[in-house]
C-alpha cells in the first residue's frame, strides 16, 4: 500500500517489568525488600520504526474519509487516537494486555495495538503484508465509529435485554466494524492507493481472525454460539460488501434485530 507521513500515534513502549510486591512493602513498614525495576525501555527497533510510520499514515488517510463522510452528512467525526504499546498499558477500559489482541476503548476513544501482534499476525495467524495492518487497524477504527454513533450502546442495550442473543449481537456489530474497514479500502482502492495484492491481504487477515478459524489454532472445537466476531466467510464478506461498494448504508448488519 502507498501512503504519506503522518499519524497521531501514542507510542508507549513499556519494557519496564515492576516487580514490587506490595503486599510485603506493606507489611515492612516501607521497606522495599522486594522492589525492582528491571531492564531499561528497549528502543524500537528500524522494523517497529517504519511499521509505526506506516500505520501512522493509514490511521490518517481512514480518519481522512470518516472526516469526509461525516462532513458529507452535516457532522463533524471526532478523531481516535492509536496508542502502540508494548506487554501491558493502562486504558480508560482497564490494563491493556498484548494477549487481549487489539482492541477499541470506548471511555477513550482510542485504539490499543500492541506492537508484537502484527509479527504474530504474519508468523501465528498467516496473514502476512502491509494491507493485513492496515485492515486490523481500518476494523478498529470500525469500533469507533460504532461508539460516536451510538451503535455500540445500543448494541448493548440489546445485549442487556437479550442475554441469550448476546454472542449473536456482538458478531453482528464485529461484522460491522469489518465492513466499515471495507468501506475504507474502497476510497483507498479508488485513490490507486492499494497495490497488487493489498485486497487479498486484507481478505486474508479478516479471514486469520474469524473465530472458526481461532477456534481452531487454540485446538478447540469450533462451536458457533461461542462465536463473538463472526466465521472467515462472515468476515470476508462484509469486508468485501464496504470495499466493493464504499457504502456505509450497505453495513447494515443489524438489520431484522429488534
Ligand atoms: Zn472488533
Not at 44 to 64: K, M, N, P, R
Not at 104 to 112: E, G, I, R, S, T
Not at 140 to 148: L, P, Y
Not at 180 to 206: C, I, K, P, T
Request: glycine content about 10%.
Amino acid at each position: 500500500m502507498k501512503v504519506g507521513l503522518g499519524g497521531l500515534i501514542v507510542l508507549v513502549i513499556l519494557s519496564f517489568v515492576f516487580k514490587r510486591d506490595f503486599v510485603s512493602l506493606a507489611d515492612t513498614g516501607g521497606m522495599s525488600s522486594g522492589a525492582a525495576v528491571e531492564a531499561p525501555p528497549a528502543n524500537v527497533s528500524i522494523a517497529e520504526d517504519s511499521l509505526t510510520q506506516f500505520i501512522g499514515s493509514v490511521l490518517d488517510d481512514t480518519q481522512q474519509h470518516w472526516t469526509e463522510i461525516f462532513a458529507a452528512g452535516g457532522q463533524r467525526y471526532p478523531v481516535s487516537t492509536l496508542v502502540l504499546y508494548r506487554d501491558a498499558t493502562p486504558t480508560a477500559c482497564g490494563t491493556g494486555q498484548s494477549a487481549s489482541g487489539p482492541f477499541y476503548c470506548p471511555a477513550d476513544q482510542k485504539v490499543y495495538i500492541d506492537l508484537d501482534f502484527f509479527t504474530e499476525l504474519h508468523e501465528r495467524f498467516g496473514a502476512a503484508g502491509d494491507f493485513a495492518q492496515a485492515y486490523v487497524l481500518a476494523h478498529e477504527i470500525g469500533h469507533h465509529i460504532q461508539t460516536i454513533t451510538g451503535q455500540s450502546q445500543a448494541m448493548r442495550q440489546r445485549q442487556e435485554r437479550n442475554p441469550s442473543q448476546a454472542n449473536q449481537l456482538s458478531v453482528r456489530l464485529e461484522l460491522q466494524a469489518d465492513c466499515y474497514a471495507g468501506v475504507w479500502a474502497h476510497s483507498a482502492a479508488q485513490r490507486n492507493l492499494l497495490e497488487d495484492g493489498d485486497v487479498e491481504e486484507g481478505l486474508a487477515a479478516a479471514a486469520a481472525v474469524g473465530d472458526d478459524r481461532l477456534q481452531k489454532a487454540a485446538g478447540r472445537r469450533v462451536t458457533p454460539e461461542g462465536f463473538t466476531h463472526g466465521t472467515s466467510a462472515q468476515r470476508m464478506e462484509w469486508f468485501r460488501r464496504g470495499l466493493s461498494t464504499g457504502s456505509v448504508a450497505e453495513c447494515n448488519t443489524f438489520q431484522g434485530v429488534r
